[in-house]
């Protein structure tokens, strides 16, 4: 299954990444708040969609 997400500029902001520290222009707002960028969302989404429980 292919799932693809968009982003919107409003959407996106600079700072530091809080899960795995690195300087972004893509980092988004977690629903509990935290500052992350779209790598790490997109990497958990993974683990999420297909390595979780193995």
Known sequence: MITETIYNS??????????CGGKS???IFTEDGQ?????????MEF?????KGI
């Open 10 to 19: 409003y959407d996106l902001h600079s700072g530091e990444c809080e899960w």
């Open 25 to 27: 222009d893509e980092l």
């Open 35 to 43: 500052e992350v960028c779209v790598d790490c969302i997109e990497e």
């Open 47 to 51: 683990y999420e969609g297909t390595m």
